[in-house]
């Protein structure tokens, strides 16, 4: 069978005695893992089969995939052939009727903003708050469906009369990361925390001395590393689902949790600024 068309647990069986003692540490887990596997990151795989990143990356690359994502894609659609509709959250079948189907639903909903309340560190909502309360301004950033995040969060904090704004474009996010000083912040949204572009973004504002305030699900992405702060959402996403229902609800919750701290700090400007909003918002209803 060509190697293009044979699934990726062929691959590894077919390649698994050609594999390093330590790459087959990396076969062996996948091979009991797939379902996890699916939905962990680069770093997460390695240190659970007790190997370094660089050993995963030769391995996907022995498997003739051009990169780890590559080689969770197709670990994804192997899964998805065995169960449900690999695309949708809440593990929904072809069998389940309207009823079944919203019930599940809810359940992956609610264990995304479960898994968030887990995952918050009061030190670290603190530490948040403390950046973007200081801040002159807060340019609220992200790429792809993270950019919808942004604009949310950008949009909550301004009803409180705060100075946040986002910024959708990716040439004009770097033209305005390029103009702010160690008297600004960014608030950034990113599930991976391991796409190319948000990287680069994070290390200019880094270098120039702006606070860093990131969202993410995986706490040990290449996009920590340049982060001052960092809080983690729940909810398990896989490669199929690309910005699944369940991971903005987690990351929704962070923001209103962020949100709440900020305003409590702020409570009368925050409120005569609500007043004043409302009042002028009046006038646009019958």
């Given at each position: 069978?060509?190697?293009?068309?044979?699934?990726?647990?062929?691959?590894?069986?077919?390649?698994?005695?050609?594999?390093?003692?330590?790459?087959?540490?990396?076969?062996?887990?996948?091979?009991?893992?797939?379902?996890?596997?699916?939905?962990?990151?680069?770093?997460?795989?390695?240190?659970?089969?007790?190997?370094?990143?660089?050993?995963?990356?030769?391995?996907?690359?022995?498997?003739?995939?051009?990169?780890?994502?590559?080689?969770?894609?197709?670990?994804?659609?192997?899964?998805?052939?065995?169960?449900?509709?690999?695309?949708?959250?809440?593990?929904?079948?072809?069998?389940?009727?309207?009823?079944?189907?919203?019930?599940?639903?809810?359940?992956?909903?609610?264990?995304?903003?479960?898994?968030?309340?887990?995952?918050?560190?009061?030190?670290?909502?603190?530490?948040?708050?403390?950046?973007?309360?200081?801040?002159?301004?807060?340019?609220?950033?992200?790429?792809?469906?993270?950019?919808?995040?942004?604009?949310?969060?950008?949009?909550?904090?301004?009803?409180?009369?705060?100075?946040?704004?986002?910024?959708?474009d990716s040439h004009t996010q770097i033209i305005y990361t390029t103009t702010l000083t160690e008297r600004d912040a960014?608030?950034?949204?990113?599930?991976?925390?391991?796409?190319?572009?948000?990287?680069?973004?994070?290390?200019?504002?880094?270098?120039?001395?702006?606070?860093?305030?990131?969202?993410?699900?995986?706490?040990?992405?290449?996009?920590?590393?340049?982060?001052?702060?960092?809080?983690?959402?729940?909810?398990?996403?896989?490669?199929?689902?690309?910005?699944?229902?369940?991971?903005?609800?987690?990351?929704?919750?962070?923001?209103?949790?962020?949100?709440?701290?900020?305003?409590?700090?702020?409570?009368?400007?925050?409120?005569?600024?609500?007043?004043?909003?409302?009042?002028?918002?009046?006038a646009k209803h019958f």
């Amino acid at each position: 069978m060509p190697t293009n068309l044979r699934t990726v647990m062929e691959r590894i069986s077919a390649e698994y005695y050609h594999l390093t003692a330590a790459e087959r540490k990396v076969a062996d887990y996948v091979t009991d893992h797939q379902q996890d596997t699916q939905v962990m990151s680069i770093s997460d795989l390695a240190e659970a089969s007790g190997v370094a990143e660089a050993t995963v990356t030769r391995f996907c690359r022995k498997l003739d995939y051009k990169g780890y994502n590559a080689f969770k894609l197709a670990l994804a659609k192997n899964v998805a052939s065995r169960r449900g509709i690999p695309f949708l959250s809440g593990e929904i079948t072809p069998e389940d009727d309207i009823q079944e189907m919203c019930h599940k639903l809810y359940g992956a909903e609610v264990d995304a903003i479960s898994q968030t309340l887990t995952l918050v560190r009061p030190e670290n909502v603190a530490r948040a708050a403390d950046i973007l309360t200081q801040a002159d301004k807060v340019l609220c950033m992200g790429q792809g469906g993270s950019m919808i995040m942004a604009e949310e969060a950008a949009h909550i904090f301004s009803t409180g009369g705060m100075s946040f704004f986002a910024l959708s474009d990716s040439h004009t996010q770097i033209i305005y990361t390029t103009t702010l000083t160690e008297r600004d912040a960014i608030f950034f949204f990113s599930y991976s925390g391991a796409t190319r572009e948000a990287v680069e973004l994070l290390e200019l504002a880094h270098k120039r001395g702006v606070k860093i305030v990131l969202v993410t699900h995986f706490p040990k992405s290449p996009a920590c590393t340049y982060a001052n702060v960092v809080l983690q959402c729940g909810a398990n996403e896989g490669p199929l689902q690309l910005g699944s229902v369940p991971a903005r609800m987690a990351q929704l919750f962070l923001i209103d949790t962020l949100f709440a701290e900020v305003c409590r700090r702020k409570e009368g400007a925050v409120e005569q600024v609500r007043q004043d909003v409302a009042d002028a918002l009046a006038a646009k209803h019958f």
